[in-house]
């Protein structure tokens, strides 16, 4: 029997798709968790690290998820939403954001991540957004880095209600169009 860093070496890249009807919430909740178990471990409370199957679909509620996919089976998650309005981070009710990002543990470092950010970025310019925001804590320092190697940069801070932790908020220009105003 194959584990998943076998078969690693063998896809080339996930199917990237929009979360279906048929797709179990129970184990994307799941996914959830292992992702964020680490995170969860240093103390930090994430929504995403216990929450429940009724969190999940009321989160899902509010954008577009999209899944990646490796050999039928769901290894990650991304939720990409329009403006949220109100919101306590300023910077969502101007520019369309991603949340929820989540790859589960053992197929972390495979490009999964990268693959879910570029289906959001997509989604974005499908809308006309110009820009793509994320929050995460200022602890989350492996986070920050790959965020910043994707093209996301520091554009402020957060304290989120009922979180141990304040969140940077970054930011990735996505349009180049002349007609867009600044973000």
């Known amino acids: 029997m194959s584990g998943p860093t076998d078969r690693r070496a063998q896809w080339r890249s996930p199917l990237v798709r929009p979360l279906s009807g048929g797709d179990d919430l129970h184990a994307l909740t799941a996914l959830l968790h292992r992702a964020y178990a680490a995170l969860a471990a240093r103390g930090l409370n994430y929504t995403a690290v216990d929450q429940s199957v009724e969190t999940t679909q009321r989160r899902i509620a509010q954008g577009r998820c999209l899944v ?16 949220i309005v109100p919101c306590e981070a300023e910077l969502f009710t101007r520019v369309a954001s991603v949340h929820q990002f989540a790859v589960d543990p053992p197929w ?15 989604l974005a310019r499908e809308d006309g957004e110009s820009a793509l925001a994320l ?28 979180k141990v932790y304040r969140s940077v908020l970054m930011l990735k220009p996505i349009s180049d169009r002349a007609d867009r105003p600044p973000v």
């Open 68 to 83: 990646a996919e490796v050999d039928s089976r769901v290894v990650g998650t991304v939720l990409y939403t329009r403006r």
């Open 108 to 122: 972390q470092g495979a490009g999964i991540g990268a693959a879910l950010m570029a289906g959001a970025e997509a």
């Open 135 to 162: 929050d995460t804590a200022e602890q989350a320092h492996h986070l920050i880095a790959a965020y910043t190697r994707w093209g996301f940069a520091l554009a402020g801070h957060v304290q989120w209600p009922g």
